[in-house]
């Protein structure tokens, strides 16, 4: 690119962790271009992806064609949009037009859609670099990212332990610096674990924030998509590129146009009032996560915060949890299950969901519906008399790489493969944003989340807190060994 004012001395490496924001504006200032910046990502996810297996299909003439297009509206003097030259990555659950979407399974091994989802369409409008896909479990659902199509993703800080689910490899991906933003989606925690266990950010959005489509459940308000990055800045770009009404969705929400961004900039959140709860009364905490997570308490403190240890009463949520998680799945899949491809090829973990739902009554949905309606209501009161919730997003560390999922917590064994997940799937029937920041680093230098949970659709006061507590307590500037 001509006419730079400046050089920027980074080496290749340091570009690739240079934050989203920064290198946004490097790109503006015409110091970098885009097609440099997509060259140097390519460039270490040639060296890395084969190691951790984040990318599962990479698309490098298309992201350089768009890099090029944004070299030249720059060099024009067009429009800019929010996401300029970033390269940003897309869950493989996710439509892309012309890119291959298999949701994980062997039975779309091939498919290409003709269509973008709507998240893509915005990330594109934006100006993001479409780099390609990020690893999924089978249709999203997994608490480690591995299927049949692809194989296993592994952690870039150890490659013996998981990323998480169902989100994994676009968290391992910014966490190996082999991509600044990635898309993700959450329905019991899969964009805040997966954050945790790769020591990067990730935000559960307010359903509609990011709206859905296209979508066999218009009016889920479960499942969510949002953001992962590096740091709180980036995810409030990136969510601000996604969120806004459309009228393909009937539960989007209007955008709050900047405020996200406006949040992060000089956060400030003296005599605000936070509730810290070591486990939710849901289930058992490992020791070492909460050594590492309670010291949270002290820097919102230092930030001149009132905190005080408090639990809202999630009674019923596990019930309302599982039969709604049911009720989901056998509303996309049932229709397969007659199919002898269907059961042949895919993930038990998803046709026992479906077995499961199918064997809820009609009474059971209905009260499931009215347990979730009651602790909505119980933690809007709690919201009442605090302006946050706090708790650690994970109650273990990374569990080994090849394990579909834990099977106890500090040595209490577990009954269900999402029992390890209250923390976040208690959230998720809320409807509360959430999100999960770095907060530290085990004996054996695996990353530690804390999740910040704001109420319904404060997404930008959740922001600004994370913002806070980023800024107060900076986690290790570390990267990955894998590197």
Same mark, same amino acid.
């Given at each position: 690119?001509?006419?730079?004012? +400046?050089?920027?001395?980074?080496?290749?490496?340091?570009?690739?962790?240079?934050?989203?924001?920064?290198?946004?504006?490097?790109?503006?200032?015409?110091?970098?271009?885009?097609?440099?910046?997509?060259?140097?990502?390519? =460039?270490?996810?040639?060296?890395?992806?084969?190691?951790?297996?984040?990318?599962?299909?990479?698309?490098?003439?298309?992201?350089?064609?768009?890099?090029?297009?944004?070299?030249?509206?720059?060099?024009?003097?067009?429009?800019?949009?929010?996401? !300029?030259?970033?390269?940003?990555?897309?869950?493989?659950? !996710?439509?892309?037009?012309? &890119?291959? %979407?298999?949701?994980?399974?062997?039975?779309?091994?091939?498919?290409?859609?003709?269509?973008?989802?709507?998240?893509?369409?915005?990330?594109?409008?934006?100006?993001?670099?479409?780099?390609?896909?990020?690893?999924?479990?089978?249709?999203?659902?997994?608490?480690?990212?591995?299927?049949?199509?692809?194989?296993?993703?592994?952690?870039?800080?150890?490659?013996?332990?998981?990323?998480?689910? =169902?989100?994994?490899?676009?968290?391992?991906?910014?966490?190996?610096?082999?991509?600044?933003?990635?898309?993700?989606?959450?329905?019991?925690?899969?964009?805040?674990?997966?954050?945790?266990?790769?020591?990067?950010?990730?935000?559960?959005?307010?359903?509609?924030?990011?709206?859905?489509?296209?979508?066999?459940?218009?009016?889920?308000?479960?499942?969510?998509?949002?953001?992962?990055?590096? %740091?709180?800045?980036? !995810?409030?770009?990136?969510?601000?590129?996604?969120?806004?009404?459309?009228?393909?969705?009937?539960?989007?929400?209007?955008? +709050?146009?900047?405020?996200?961004?406006?949040?992060?900039?000089?956060?400030?959140?003296?005599?605000?009032?936070?509730?810290?709860?070591?486990?939710?009364?849901? &289930?058992?905490?490992?020791?070492?996560?909460?050594?590492?997570?309670?010291?949270?308490?002290?820097?919102?403190?230092?930030?001149?915060?009132?905190?005080?240890?408090? !639990?809202?009463?999630?009674?019923?949520?596990?019930?309302?949890?599982?039969?709604?998680?049911?009720?989901?799945?056998?509303?996309?899949?049932?229709?397969?299950?007659?199919?002898?491809?269907?059961?042949?090829?895919?993930?038990?973990?998803?046709?026992?969901?479906?077995?499961?739902?199918?064997?809820?009554?009609?009474?059971?949905?209905?009260?499931?519906?009215?347990?979730? =309606?009651?602790?909505?209501?119980?933690?809007?009161?709690?919201?009442?008399?605090?302006?946050?919730?706090?708790?650690?997003?994970?109650?273990?560390?990374?569990?080994?790489?090849?394990?579909?999922?834990?099977?106890? &917590?500090?040595?209490?064994?577990?009954?269900?493969?999402?029992?390890?997940?209250?923390?976040?799937?208690?959230?998720?029937?809320?409807?509360?944003?959430?999100?999960?920041?770095?907060?530290?680093?085990?004996?054996?230098?695996?990353?530690?989340?804390?999740?910040? &949970?704001?109420?319904?659709?404060?997404?930008?006061?959740?922001?600004?807190?994370?913002?806070?507590?980023? =800024?107060?307590?900076?986690?290790?500037?570390?990267?990955?060994?894998?590197?």
């Amino acid at each position: 690119m001509k006419e730079r004012r +400046e050089k920027v001395n980074l080496s290749p490496e340091d570009l690739c962790f240079t934050p989203a924001l920064e290198l946004s504006d490097m790109i503006r200032r015409k110091l970098v271009s885009p097609v440099e910046v997509v060259q140097t990502f390519l =460039s270490r996810i040639e060296k890395i992806n084969p190691k951790i297996n984040a990318y599962c299909t990479l698309v490098p003439e298309m992201a350089l064609e768009s890099a090029r297009k944004a070299e030249s509206e720059i060099m024009r003097g067009g429009e800019i949009g929010l996401l !300029t030259g970033l390269p940003v990555a897309i869950k493989d659950i !996710t439509m892309t037009a012309g &890119i291959r %979407t298999t949701f994980g399974s062997k039975l779309y091994e091939n498919f290409v859609p003709d269509v973008d989802a709507l998240v893509v369409e915005r990330l594109k409008k934006a100006g993001a670099v479409i780099m390609g896909k990020t690893n999924t479990p089978e249709f999203g659902a997994g608490a480690s990212t591995f299927n049949k199509v692809f194989g296993l993703t592994r952690n870039p800080w150890n490659t013996d332990f998981t990323v998480g689910g =169902s989100s994994g490899s676009a968290a391992a991906a910014v966490a190996a610096g082999i991509l600044p933003l990635a898309q993700g989606g959450d329905l019991g925690g899969s964009l805040r674990a997966p954050a945790s266990f790769c020591g990067v950010v990730g935000l559960r959005p307010s359903p509609g924030r990011v709206p859905h489509y296209p979508s066999e459940l218009n009016w889920d308000d479960l499942a969510v998509q949002g953001p992962i990055a590096r %740091t709180v800045g980036d !995810t409030a770009l990136l969510l601000e590129a996604m969120s806004g009404a459309d009228s393909r969705s009937p539960v989007s929400l209007p955008s +709050e146009q900047g405020e996200f961004l406006r949040a992060v900039k000089d956060p400030e959140i003296k005599n605000l009032r936070f509730a810290w709860s070591d486990n939710l009364n849901l &289930i058992p905490v490992d020791k070492e996560i909460l050594e590492i997570t309670r010291p949270a308490i002290d820097t919102f403190r230092g930030l001149g915060c009132q905190v005080v240890e408090d !639990t809202p009463d999630f009674g019923g949520v596990k019930e309302a949890a599982l039969i709604l998680r049911g009720l989901r799945f056998v509303a996309l899949y049932q229709d397969q299950m007659d199919d002898p491809e269907f059961k042949r090829w895919v993930n038990p973990l998803v046709t026992g969901n479906i077995e499961q739902g199918l064997k809820f009554s009609i009474r059971d949905v209905a009260r499931a519906y009215r347990q979730r =309606s009651e602790i909505w209501d119980r933690l809007r009161q709690f919201f009442d008399k605090y302006d946050f919730l706090l708790t650690p997003t994970m109650p273990i560390p990374p569990f080994p790489a090849e394990a579909q999922y834990p099977t106890e &917590i500090g040595g209490r064994p577990i009954e269900h493969y999402i029992d390890w997940v209250w923390l976040t799937y208690a959230i998720s029937v809320t409807g509360s944003p959430a999100v999960s920041v770095p907060c530290g680093w085990t004996e054996k230098g695996l990353p530690v989340g804390l999740q910040i &949970i704001a109420p319904y659709r404060a997404e930008a006061a959740l922001l600004r807190a994370a913002a806070a507590y980023e =800024s107060a307590a900076p986690w290790a500037d570390k990267r990955p060994p894998i590197g």
